[in-house]
Nanobody, 124 residues
Framework: QVQLVESGGGLVQAGDSLKLSCTVS????????MGWFRQAPGKERQFVSA????????LYGDSVKGRFTISRDNAKATVYLQMNSLKPEDTAVYYC?????????????????WGQGTQVTVSS
């Protein structure tokens, strides 16, 4: 059974930073493309970032480019999302997801497994 567990969310002020973590168990993490998505109340799930199994290829949503950085540690089966210069519009539940695809994908349907999510709230 594959499990993805996110952590690191919280309440911060605009301009602050947060680092999210997602630890994967139950499968070969090293070969999985990993992604982060977010969903704000009343809105559709939105792509944030993705990283290939090697870490050599990354992808970012337009709204987070230059502020967020995705990385992974295959030895720890963990993917990270460093979020800097946070804005109130970044407020959402953040989900990590795992895909068997080789390259980072923006579409949520490309991902096979999902975590339960972690809340990020940015106050103005």
């Amino acid at each position: 059974q594959v499990q993805l567990v996110e952590s690191g969310g919280g309440l911060v002020q605009a301009g602050d930073s947060l680092k999210l973590s997602c630890t994967v168990s139950g499968r070969t993490f090293n070969t999985a493309t990993m992604g982060w998505f977010r969903q704000a109340p009343g809105k559709e799930r939105q792509f944030v970032s993705a990283i290939s199994w090697s870490g050599g290829s990354t992808l970012y949503g337009d709204s987070v480019k230059g502020r967020f950085t995705i990385s992974r540690d295959n030895a720890k089966a963990t993917v990270y999302l460093q979020m800097n210069s946070l804005k109130p519009e970044d407020t959402a539940v953040y989900y990590c997801a795992a895909s068997s695809d080789t390259w980072p994908e923006k579409n949520s349907y490309e991902y096979d497994y999902w975590g339960q999510g972690t809340q990020v709230t940015v106050s103005s």
